[in-house]
């Protein structure tokens, strides 16, 4: 079943070759080069970037685990007689480290640990995985397989041989690893100090060895039991601790393993930080910055954060998608050439051809910005290239001040929605910038509702929102915010103000007081009615008013920044919209697909002899089309006689309707092999199998209606 | 509320014997209606009781109905399922245990066969075939499939089942609509005495009640599914169980044996394909082209990282094998036969070291292996293999371990992986981990062509082939053995056609055996007879069965065809 074919020719370098995929289909543009170089190097600047932030939020925890490390075998180190150490030498350190569901991205986690321990504590550390240790003897096996493999490594790989009796695997047993272990920190400590030096100063004498079960899950208890029980007899000799990976809860340990077991491990609780605050980083940093030109249209970043919170939590998913973003939009688009930094903009714009000028013209956003201008500029810009390119590097400048415009005020409108009770423009600042991006959302209904509240906040927490909001602007790299600090300033300064003019407010105290004299209940409702009535036609405090003001500034700002990027000319270079194609690539419905050719193969086929109104289909349908309806009709177990009958039934009316009668009663052979061959696909593709219940019958496997 | 039930199963009776076609018609168009309506309400709340009735008065028929043109109507009523329109469907009309149409009870579920009267408004076909073709009424005749398919466009009164699911979904759902399920029932039984008359095939007496009673279902089957409508399908997980808990089945017992067919081997099976044109062949060349296009995007995305996975209907075999000479001529790569029925992923390693990396020597587990392969492509850089899978879901590989030491190979950044799935539940065999080393990009790629290579194995067929093959192999084994051995087999082998017909014959008992052996003067003691069975067993020729008290039976585990075809070529040899 295997086949390899092997090319006689010498084969070109690799990267050479992606290039060339690249440039072969869109071979009608000349930038496809400089587009798959931009590409990838704005990948890798991404890629770097989310790498980073991986790291920097990963960093506390590491920093506590390697502190829980070296705690863990000081006594070892020390070697004290104590009583109350000897007592806990039976216990086996153990971190139990909790990362949350999203599995796919624990091995980067995994990963940067064994690194920092490597440099700072242990160069004996062991990964072992459920799937490698399916008993005792395996993970003994793996475990001692990874350790000494690591200690030729360190030693700077000694001979060929020594790997072989690695291989040969000695005999794998806690004693040998004891003897391994001695040998090895012995040979440490005679070794010639100058070659030894480094090594040993970053990790002590007697380093402990870290064995690291990533996936604490799926291992087996009896594997994991045995390996706790007979560890801990030789703790003496062996500095031993462990890190569970956990996806599920800490509880499961105590599942896992009876008390008998887990008393002998002296377990840390750690908690790695979760992957929805790793995606609101990672988007804040990638997506709402005008560092990176690139940018998601609100359906591609729906569908991305969809996939993230429906289906797999998983951070290094996102970025896959994001990466596959970027790719189909610099494939597809030939325009993305100009989505670079701004720096570059215009060296690329005047660079552009008469076909990539034709494109721009072409894009939607820019004909409705044509049609805005006079007709003499409209003209200018239809048939003068060098026009269109001062034109267009302008537009691409505006776009730039667009976006970074956009990001702070979305991060001040954030500042005020994201305090709001009920959160009407939601929580996260993702959800607000999709808002946003959707459409205009001060048109919204929740962006009416949200300054409704907005404008019911108190004055605290207003201040201390408009100081957030002052910092961020200050903070921003737009230029046109000056006036806009100066004027939030001014709101602060008020409100400040009004806190020496605050005694008025006796009055409407004094009234209160007077209501509660009162113990009539009709006199009560009286003077309800009229309090009311005074407070509606009562002017309001200056509090009050100036409350109105700022969130009517606020408004007039949203107004202003946040109109969503559709309506912004030339928007199609930089914004990746084909949410349909990532959907279709990430998040695939493989039996959505099957569904529909089988029950509607016009869908695929347009012929018109197969169009058919209603549910239906034609009984013209290809072979297995009409098989599987039929099967359709059926309850568990189909006989294949009258299947058969059936079809050729179907068959017959579609292709012959003055067939001879004669040969209606035996079924033509060639309708017999058509069947049979429709049939067979039908098991191929898992709606049916054979059955042994009765002679001749087949099992349906689908249920129901589908 | 009792009595319009005692009008009712008086009228259906009566229907049976004395309504002509066209007054069915009238009758649907007409009155039916509105009465039917009245009648609704109260069916909903007496329903089983009526049930029962029904079931009575079809017990007094059943002699009377039945034939096979229903039941191919039944079989043909195609647009029951009113789900399928374009891709935009929901999930849940795709995957759910969706059973609306026959929600409620065992009964109907088990005679769903048995809903083709509802919509047989009609004669049998053979009558007038050519008539029918025309006038779209006639065209019914032909068949229940077709008379959906039309009824959709013409006369909807009469498309009793399909629009039912469509009709739920309707706010305000027309009378018509609603009544014609219940008066199908009648008309259909009428046409079954009908039918009855010519159609010369008449089924085993198993069948017929359970027929009947469906035939006469209906009307509470409408009401019941309603109700269960507004319980929104609450116990669908009962149902399933409570469907599947009964081994009783109600099909019809024929069996392709009677239908004095010979049965197609591989070789004729694939010339007779190849005389039949294939359907829509532009059409699907078309499609192919829109694939086709998107080779040098593989290649793209290959090259950064991600694998590809295509799916969807139709045989992607030749697809991939034109980007196969297209694109990967220059290219060292593997193509791997999924549906090859004895591949392994043992074998797809092997192959990656043996020819790929030059290497020589054995290994003693996969994942040595699989470890070897991964530290030579971190190693060098410039080994690069693109690895092509058809049918990475087939039965050989859809194992939890070859999936799981396949998609870490596809996880190496110098190997590149295009597969393409067919099985509707391949996805399952991923789970979250597994994924994220594949690192897929789904592509539809629907192609309508023919699964040839992939169905042309005989596992993977079914029972009509299996009968050549086994027949020679077992021809091929016997030849190699004694005389005596091969008496042996054919006492076994005639004992078990003898027991044909009888569905629970155990195996012939090893005591018994060894008496009829000793008379045949074939084996002179138990061990020697032991000694020749365990060579059959190791031929897989038998299989021995422990019974409930502890007696060795003996089978072949062959069809009885075969094994008659079999015994007749034994006695030509000798």
């Known amino acids: 079943g295997c086949f390899v074919f092997k090319p006689s020719t010498k084969k070109r370098r690799s990267s050479e070759k992606t290039a060339h995929d690249f440039r072969s289909r869109s071979d009608d543009s000349e930038d496809t080069e400089l587009r798959f170089v931009t590409c990838q190097s704005l990948w890798n600047q991404i890629k770097s970037e989310t790498e980073q932030i991986q790291e920097d939020l990963n960093k506390q925890l590491l920093d506590n685990l390697v502190n829980f490390l070296s705690r863990s075998h000081s006594e070892f180190q020390e070697k004290t007689t104590e009583w109350t150490c000897r007592m806990k030498f039976r216990e086996i ?160 340990i105590h599942r896992l393993l009876p008390h008998s077991v887990s008393s002998l491990l002296c377990i840390e609780l750690f908690q790695s930080l979760s992957c929805k605050e790793h995606l609101s980083t990672i988007i804040d940093k990638l997506l709402l910055t005008s560092r990176f030109p690139f940018k998601l249209g609100e359906k591609v970043l729906q569908v991305l954060i969809n996939i993230f919170l429906y289906h797999d939590f998983s951070v290094q998913n996102f970025i896959k998608g994001f990466q596959l973003c970027i790719v189909e939009h610099f494939y597809s688009q030939p325009l993305s050439v100009l989505c670079c930094q701004l720096v570059d903009v215009k060296k690329r714009v005047y660079s552009l051809s008469h076909d990539q000028c034709e494109n721009i013209r072409r894009l939607p956003s820019f004909r409705r910005y044509v049609e805005k201008q006079e007709s003499g500029k409209q003209i200018e810009l239809l048939t003068n290239d060098s026009f269109l390119k001062e034109e267009t590097e302008k537009l691409l400048e505006d776009l730039h001040v667009y976006h970074e415009n956009y990001v702070s005020i979305l991060r001040c409108l954030h500042v005020f929605t994201s305090s709001l009770p009920k959160y009407p423009l939601g929580k996260q600042i993702r959800e607000l910038h999709c808002a946003c991006l959707e459409s205009r959302v001060w048109e919204t209904e929740e962006y009416e509702s949200s300054l409704q509240l907005a404008r019911m906040l108190n004055k605290t927490d207003l201040v201390t929102m408009l100081q957030q909001c002052v910092e961020i602007l200050m903070s921003s790299s737009g230029k046109e915010f000056d006036k806009t600090v100066e004027k939030l300033k001014e709101f602060l300064t008020q409100f400040q103000n009004l806190e020496e003019a605050s005694q008025e407010r006796d009055v409407s105290v004094s009234s209160q007081k007077e209501l509660q004299k009162k113990t009539d209940l009709y006199h009560l409702q009286k003077t309800l009615l009229e309090l009311k009535e005074s407070r509606r036609s009562k002017k309001l405090t200056k509090f009050e008013m100036l409350r109105f003001e700022v969130v009517d500034y606020i408004d007039s700002l949203v107004r202003k920044y946040l109109v969503p990027a559709d309506d912004r000319t030339l928007h199609e270079i930089v914004y990746f919209n084909a949410a349909t194609v990532l959907r279709g690539h990430l998040n695939a419905a493989p039996r959505t697909a099957l569904h529909t ?46 299947w058969l009958e059936a079809f050729s039934t179907v068959v017959m009316a579609a292709e012959e309707p003055n067939a001879d009668g004669a040969s209606s009663d035996q079924v033509d052979d060639i309708i017999h092999a058509r069947f049979i061959r429709a049939v067979s696909e039908l098991e191929l593709l898992g709606f049916i199998k054979p059955s042994k219940q009765k002679t001749d019958h087949v099992a349906r496997l689908t249920w129901g209606g589908c | ?422 099985h509707i539940n391949a996805p399952l065999m991923w789970d979250q981990a597994k994924l994220s080393l594949y690192n897929w990009l789904w592509y539809e790629t629907t192609t309508f062509s023919p699964y040839v290579e992939e169905t042309s194995y005989e596992n993977s067929l079914l029972v009509q082939q299996s009968g050549s093959l086994a027949l020679s192999s077992l021809m091929h084994v016997l030849h190699s053995l004694t005389l005596n051995a091969r008496g042996i087999f054919r006492l076994l082998a005639q004992h078990q056609l003898e027991k044909k017909d009888n569905p629970s014959y155990p195996g012939l008992s090893f005591h018994d055996f060894y008496q009829q052996c000793r008379e045949a003067f074939l084996v002179n003691s138990d061990l020697t007879l032991r000694a020749q069975l365990t060579e059959f067993r190791d031929h897989k020729l038998i299989r021995t069965k422990r019974g409930a008290d502890g007696v060795e039976y003996l089978l072949i585990p062959v069809d009885d065809s075969t094994l008659t075809d079999f015994l007749e070529k034994e006695d030509e040899d000798v």
Request: hydrophobic share 35%.
């Open chain 1, 93 to 252: 350190p153990t971190a139990a480290l909790v990362l949350g569901v999203n599995v796919t991205d624990h091995d980067l986690t995994f990963r940067g640990l064994s690194d920092v321990l490597q440099d700072n504590i242990t160069p004996y550390i062991a990964l072992l995985e459920a799937k490698d240790c399916l008993g005792i003897k395996n993970l003994m096996q793996k475990l001692m397989g990874q350790l000494m493999n690591c200690d030729i490594d360190v030693d700077s790989l000694e001979d060929e041989d020594c790997v072989q009796v690695s291989q040969n695997r000695i005999r794998c047993s806690m004693s040998s690893l004891i003897s391994w272990y001695e040998s090895v920190t012995k040979k440490t400590d005679s070794e010639t100090p100058s070659k030894k030096r480094n090594s040993s100063s970053r990790h002590w004498q007697s380093p402990p060895v870290v064995v690291i079960f990533k996936d604490m899950e799926s291992f087996t208890t009896k594997v994991l039991q045995d390996f706790i029980a007979i560890s801990s007899q030789h703790i003496h000799e062996l500095p031993l601790v462990l890190i569970f990976g956990i996806a599920t809860s800490p509880m499961i």
């Open chain 1, 597 to 642: 050719a089988l029950n509607n193969p016009h869908w695929y086929l347009k012929n018109q002899a197969l169009k058919c109104d209603g549910g239906g289909i034609s009984n013209k349908a290809p072979d297995i089309c009409i098989v599987y309806k039929l099967h359709l009709e059926c309850g568990r177990l189909i006989n294949l006689v009258d």
């Open chain 2, 1 to 422: 509320m009792s009595r319009p039930e005692g009008t009712r199963s008086s009228r259906r009776s009566l229907q049976v014997k004395f309504v002509p076609d066209e007054d069915v018609l009238k009758h649907i168009a007409d009155d039916a209606g509105t009465k039917v309506r009245k009648d609704k309400a109260q069916l909903s709340i007496t329903m089983k009781r009526f049930v029962k009735k029904l079931e009575n008065i079809s017990d007094n028929e059943a002699q009377e109905i039945l034939e096979e043109k229903n039941y191919v109507a039944a079989l043909g009523v195609c647009a029951q399922d009113p789900v399928g329109n374009g891709s935009n469907i929901s999930g849940g009309e795709v995957y759910s245990f969706q059973t609306p149409k026959r929600s409620s009870k065992m009964a109907e579920l088990a005679s769903e066969l048995a809903q083709t009267p509802e919509q047989n408004v009609t004669p049998d076909h053979s009558k007038c075939p050519e008539k029918m073709a025309k006038t779209p009424q006639s065209n019914s005749n032909f068949l229940g499939a077709e008379i959906v398919w039309k009824c959709n466009l013409k006369k909807k009164e009469f498309v009793s089942t399909t629009p039912y699911r469509l009709r739920k979904r309707l706010a305000a759902p027309d009378p018509y609509l609603e009544s014609e399920s219940e008066y199908s029932a009648s008309c259909s039984e009428e046409e079954d005495e009908e039918d009855q008359k010519e159609v010369s095939t008449v089924l085993s007496s198993q069948k017929i009640p359970g027929r009947t009673k469906a035939a006469s279902t209906p009307p509470p089957r409408n009401s019941l599914a309603k109700k269960i409508k507004e319980q929104k399908m609450g116990n669908l997980v009962e149902e399933y169980f409570e469907a599947h808990s009964s081994s009783k089945v109600l099909t019809s017992d024929r069996t392709l044996q009677k239908l004095q067919k010979r049965r197609l081997n591989q070789q004729t099976l694939h010339d007779l394909l190849k005389k039949a044109p294939l359907a829509y062949a532009a059409e699907i060349r078309d499609l192919n082209q829109q694939h086709e296009s998107l080779f040098s995007k593989w290649m793209l995305q290959l090259h950064l990282g991600f694998n590809i996975v295509l799916y969807g209907l139709g045989s992607k075999r030749d697809l991939l094998e034109k980007f196969r000479t297209s694109l990967l001529q220059n290219s060292v790569h593997l193509v791997v036969n999924g549906y090859f029925p004895s591949i392994t992923v043992r074998s797809i390693l092997n192959s990656i070291t043996e020819e790929v990396l030059d290497h020589i020597g054995t290994f003693r587990s996969p994942l040595d292996q699989l470890e070897f392969i991964i530290k030579r492509f971190k190693e060098d850089s410039s080994l690069e293999l693109y690895v092509l899978i058809h049918n990475l879901d087939s039965q050989m590989l859809r194992g939890e371990r070859s999936q799981q030491i396949l998609a870490q190979l596809s996880s190496l950044p110098s190997i590149y992986l295009i597969a393409s799935i067919d």
